[in-house]
C-alpha cells in the first residue's frame, strides 16, 4: 500500500471529516480530521489500513488563531507510511475523544498533553498527572499564553 492509495481510501471513507489531505514524501503522508470524527478515523486506519503503531500524540498552541491542534503520527509494521493527523481545536473548549480503546499507547501521550496544555481528551480511562508537580496542576505551561512563557533564562538557547 503506498501513499497515494492510503490519502484515497481515507478522503473517500470519510469526505466530509477529512481536509487537506497531502503526500509529502513516497513514504509521509498529512491530513486534518474533525475533532469529532478522530476515533472513528483512527480506528479505520488501524483496522482497514495498517496503521498499528501510534508514535505520539501532542499539542500545539496556535494562540494567533486562536486555537490547539492535536497531532497524532501514525505508522504501519505493514507498509513505510508514516501518517500526520491533525485535528483543530478551539482556545475557549479544546476538548476531543480519547483515542486509547485504538491505541493503548495514547494513554501516557494523551495525559501528557492535558497536563501541559489543557486539552480534555473526552473518555480517557484515567486522565491523572503524570510529569508535573502538584502545585503546578492546572497552570498548562505548554500553552503560550503561561506567564513563564517563553523561559529566556534557560540554558542552551540559540
Not at 30 to 49: M, N, P, T
Not at 52 to 70: A, M, P, Q, T, W
Request: overall charge negative.
Amino acid at each position: 500500500m503506498d501513499v497515494t492509495e492510503i490519502l484515497k481510501l481515507l478522503t473517500g471513507t470519510f469526505p466530509e471529516a477529512i481536509s487537506e489531505a497531502a503526500a509529502e514524501s513516497e513514504i509521509r503522508a498529512r491530513a486534518y480530521v474533525g475533532r469529532e470524527k478522530v476515533k472513528e478515523v483512527c480506528q479505520y486506519l488501524k483496522d482497514s489500513l495498517q496503521f498499528d503503531h501510534l508514535c505520539s500524540v501532542c499539542g500545539v498552541d496556535y494562540i494567533k488563531r486562536n486555537e490547539f491542534e492535536v497531532v497524532y503520527h501514525i505508522a504501519s509494521y505493514n507498509h513505510p507510511v508514516v501518517l500526520t493527523l491533525k485535528a483543530r481545536l478551539p482556545r475557549e473548549s479544546p476538548e476531543i475523544e480519547s483515542v486509547v480503546s485504538v491505541y493503548w499507547n495514547a494513554n501516557w501521550y494523551e495525559r501528557e498533553t492535558y497536563e501541559l496544555f489543557g486539552i480534555l481528551f473526552k473518555n480517557h480511562p484515567n486522565l491523572k498527572p503524570l510529569v508535573l508537580p502538584e502545585d503546578m496542576l492546572g497552570e498548562w505551561p505548554l500553552r503560550k499564553d503561561y506567564e513563564g512563557f517563553p523561559n529566556k533564562t534557560a540554558r542552551n538557547l540559540v
